[in-house]
Nanobody, 113 residues
Framework: QVQLVESGGGLVQAGGSLRLSCTASGFSFSDYNMGWYRQAPGKQREFVASITSGGTTNYADSVKGRFTISRDNAKNTVYLQMNSLKPEDTAVYYC???????WGQGTQVTVSS
């Protein structure tokens, strides 16, 4: 079954850290670029970070220097390490393989002030 499953969300205080994981199955994970997106209440889904099959990374300006995307092809997993979290980072975070139009179910991240 082709799917992405996220985990690692939760409630954290401002300034804290969380690590999100996204495990892929059903396709050749190492061949594809992967990304993280987020959607806050009442707002459109927005890009957060991406990583190519070769490991090149890209970040939204709002998270640059605070978030780090990485991947472990042996585990078919992409990670999002989030540090120095702010209340405005509160959102549902989604993992995606955009080329395959594949999205995970999302994981809630809530940052309290």
């Amino acid at each position: 079954q082709v799917q992405l499953v996220e985990s690692g969300g939760g409630l954290v205080q401002a300034g804290g850290s969380l690590r999100l994981s996204c495990t892929a199955s059903g396709f050749s994970f190492s061949d594809y670029n992967m990304g993280w997106y987020r959607q806050a209440p009442g707002k459109q889904r927005e890009f957060v970070a991406s990583i190519t099959s070769g490991g090149t990374t890209n970040y939204a300006d709002s998270v640059k220097g605070r978030f780090t995307i990485s991947r472990d092809n042996a585990k078919n997993t992409v990670y999002l390490q989030m540090n120095s979290l702010k209340p405005e980072d509160t959102a549902v975070y989604y993992c995606s393989c955009f080329v395959l139009s594949l999205w995970g179910q999302g994981t809630q991240v809530t940052v309290s002030s």
